[in-house]
């Protein structure tokens, strides 16, 4: 199933058993601004285990993730598996995965750009349950809206010119828009100060 970032709120609390979600793009910055959105909204304030493990552990050991599921910490009851640059040899593996009951564990897949003909891409965005949350570059619009809620975060009033200008010359990666958007928000409290 196909998910937009801004619906990532509505993706926990409707069943007691959490999707596996596969977080992917070329937007390295949008992909980090997403995987920040799940941990935030699954957390509710709880604290969580968290363990990271890559596609050479996967390769090496099959298991580790099965084990990482069974296994809660006796100081957190909740846990979340971060697992870095699958790739569509994995399939297999999460497809076991998806078998699992997830209660209080969130596991989160990241991985770069995945054409329309992968197979990992395809088990998630054919999935009635499992998430996929593609992660694009920018464009002129999301690019807008990116200032936009800046100026609003930031209680800040810029002019239609500037909106503008903000919105041609930011990068088409999240992180960095973001990056520049920080450093004009503390160019301006100086200058007010």
């Known amino acids: 199933m196909i998910f937009k970032d801004f619906k990532i709120k509505d993706i926990f609390g409707v069943n007691k058993k ?3 979600i596969l977080v992917y793009g070329p937007n ?20 969580a285990e968290e363990i990271t493990l890559t596609e050479k552990n996967l390769d090496d050991e099959p298991s580790k993730i099965f084990d990482e599921i069974d296994t809660i910490s006796m100081f957190n009851n909740k846990k979340i ?11 297999p593996l999460i497809e076991k995965l998806f078998e699992s ?6 596991v989160i897949l990241k991985s770069d750009s995945l054409g329309k003909s992968s197979k990992l891409r395809k088990l998630f965005d054919t999935s009635e349950i499992h998430i996929s949350i593609p992660c694009y ?10 200032v936009q809620d800046f100026e609003k975060k930031f209680n800040l009033q810029l002019e239609r010119d ?14 960095i828009s973001k ?14 100060s």
């Open 18 to 20: 959490n999707p596996v």
């Open 28 to 47: 390295e910055g949008l992909v980090r601004d997403n995987v920040n959105k799940l941990c935030f909204h699954f957390k509710k304030h709880d604290e």
């Open 81 to 91: 598996i971060f697992i870095e640059s699958l790739k569509d040899k994995h399939v």
């Open 101 to 106: 009951i997830l209660e209080n564990i969130l």
């Open 137 to 146: 570059e920018d464009d002129m619009k999301s690019t807008m809206n990116l």
């Open 162 to 175: 500037v909106k503008n200008y903000l919105a041609h010359f930011l990068s088409n990666d999240r992180l």
């Open 179 to 192: 990056s520049e958007l920080e450093k004009i928000f503390l160019l301006q409290g100086n200058k007010s």
